[in-house]
Structures are given as C-alpha cells and as structure tokens.
C-alpha cells in the first residue's frame, strides 16, 4: 500500500502558502487479518495524524466558511479519485507479492 500511498499525497489539495502540507501526513494504518483470510488495510487519516491532516477531510467533504457562511467545496470527492487512481499500483502490488510467496511455496 506504499505505493498507493505516494499516488494519494500527490492528488491531495496542496495547502496555501505558510501552511503545513497536510498530504505529508497521511499514511498507511493499520493492516487487519481476518480468520478467513482475508486481509483489510488502511491508508490516510486515522486517530494518530487526525491533527496534521483535518483539513484535508474537510476539503474531501466540503465545509462551511467561518467568516462567509459559504459552503466551500472546490476538492469535495479528491480522496476517493485519489483511491481510485492508486488501486492498480496497489492491486498490482498484491499480486507480485502474492506471486511471490506461492512460489515460495510451490518450489
């Protein structure tokens, strides 16, 4: 989900000038192993980085202004496109390291 991760902080809205970058703080989360075995992964805002990197969930929803009361939503949806651009790096990562390992076991 490495991979995947770079694509999203490359889509994420760049902050304004005097502001921290917000995207450097995203990350991959927790990696879940289910009996069954399936496997279910994380990436970008969690518990541990929610201050660094709140106002790129409000950028991905949308808010209201403040000041205005004006309801501001000009990147409303990019951590879903950004998802959406990183699943073939990150399915494809799968796959080779799933490859891999039944290779492993094969030989």
Do not use: C
Not at 46 to 75: A, C, I, M
Request: cysteine-free.
């Amino acid at each position: 989900m490495k991979d995947g991760l770079e694509i999203v902080k490359s889509k994420a809205p760049k902050a304004s000038k005097g502001s921290t970058n917000s995207a450097e703080h995203l990350k991959v989360g927790k990696i879940k192993r289910y009996k069954s075995g399936s496997v279910w992964g994380g990436m970008g805002i969690d518990s541990s980085n929610w201050e660094n990197t709140k106002g790129l969930y409000f950028q991905h929803w949308g808010y209201e202004h403040w000041k205005s009361g004006k309801r501001v939503q000009p990147h409303v949806g990019w951590f879903d496109e950004a998802l959406l651009a990183s699943e073939e790096t990150i399915l494809g990562s799968l796959e080779d390291k799933l490859v891999s390992e039944i290779d492993k076991i094969l030989k």
